[in-house]
């Protein structure tokens, strides 16, 4: 990926580096990762620098030579560090969780950026919701779930801004990057953007307006996705393109780097250590397991416990494929709006192609449920997720594999508080006992789509009972729960649980408001 300076894209401000303060700050930077200065590897990344980056490594070049020095001190003398217990919100006891929501969007807004080439920070156009906690950026796939939210709040106006700001990051970068931030351009997230921009237009009184604005940007998109296929011959990948042997062409997570994430540098040096083959193989897995967002997931490991046997590039995804399914649909539908009937018949054309290829590798009729492929090994994948809903979500199944998934599903991933991402304990947070918000979302309107109303019923009460009782009990919206054990929160993964939270509240009130549920339980200030 290229690594120079580009304009910010706003009128009259500086020129923002894009440059990742790894290699902004090279030894400073490894130094500081790799002697726990912080204990959250994010905390680093996300500091201003008080001078010029360059004037600040000669700066510790001279001065960490000598005997006394402190690189803690030097850190703090040279850098603003904002630490994510600094912006903690106190709910108010007594409020319903509705309320809470409500006051909660005014918390996670963040008005347009101001470039600053001393920070990672991309900056943004228009106002935008964070998720909360350490996560003081956008995210891409998690908006789609917040803007859910934020239309039951009557906030329309801020959800069609993120979704300009979201067509502004892929006119200036190609792609919607995994967060706003430098260190996240060399990947994207699971792509969102045309559910956006269809709730966007299911929204309006002139939905065509809306494919009409936001279609150029969906088709950069999929040129960012689909990079390479054209050439590519069967049995070969190049990047997130995959041609099997028959022609079928799907996707798969990728990342253009293969080096330690700026925001997990430690943890990921670490892990290459354990896993006993080249590490740049090791850090382009991890890094492309933060592109699916199941950062991280027995689903991408090849024995399904270890992370070291992380294996995401030889996978080709089923919920990416869906997704792509989707993009395609929906550039028919836009490329309509404008009158490109030629083009919009392409798209439908390729999009019945990616139907085929789904029905032909992604699912698994012996064990009743759609799955990832491993493409070089030409089978499926063993791991049961809640990934296996995505064709559902966009009508690729049919009513009997809808049915399968739904008997498969209820006795694999079924927990008193919700569906487990999966059913295997592995210490990840994308791994039994946790259970995710976007998750049950997509499993309830999936369910829904094929007439499973009752079962789709009873996961989102489960859930919501789950999500009202932590918050009854904590005055929080966690950004993932334990459904498998009601007296537990949360646990695994990376970084402590979050509190906030962006899609937490965006399917809550969403799922409120469908299911009409009362909020008989309120935030009572007990700790």
Known sequence: MPRTNIDSGMPGQAIASIEPPSELYGELFKDVQMQRVFPDSKTFPDAVAKDDPGTLVQRYRAENRQPDFDLSAFVKQNFVVSKPEENTYHSIPGQDVCSHIDALWTVLERRPDQANPRSSLLPLLHPYIVPGGRFGEIYYWDSYFTMLGLEESGRHDMALNMVRNFADLIDRHGHVPNGNRTYYLSRSQPPFFAGMVGLMAEKSDDPDAIYAEFLPAMNKEYSFWMAGADTLAPGNAYRRVVRLGNGAVLNRYWDDLDIPRDEAYREDVETAKAAGRPPEEVYRNLRAAAESGWDFSSRWLADGKTLSTIRTTELLPVDLSSLMFQLEKTLARASEAVGQTERANEFRNLAELRRAAIQRYLWDGKRGIFTDYVWREEKPSAAITGATFSPLLFGIATKPQAKRV????????????????????????????NGWAPLQWIAIKSLQNYDQTKFAENIARDWMTKVINVY??????????????????TG???????????????????????????????YAGTR
């Open 406 to 433: 739904a008997e498969t599903i209820r006795t694999k991933l079924l927990k008193p508080g919700g569906l487990v991402t999966s059913p295997t304990a592995t210490g990840q947070q994308w791994d039994a006992p």
């Open 472 to 489: 009854r009990n904590t005055g929080k919206l966690m950004e993932k729960y334990n459904v498998s054990d009601p007296a537990v929160t």
């Open 492 to 522: 695994g993964g990376e970084y402590p649980n979050q509190d906030g939270f962006g899609w937490t509240n965006g399917v809550t009130a969403a799922l409120m408001d469908r299911y009409r549920m009362q909020d008989s339980y309120t």
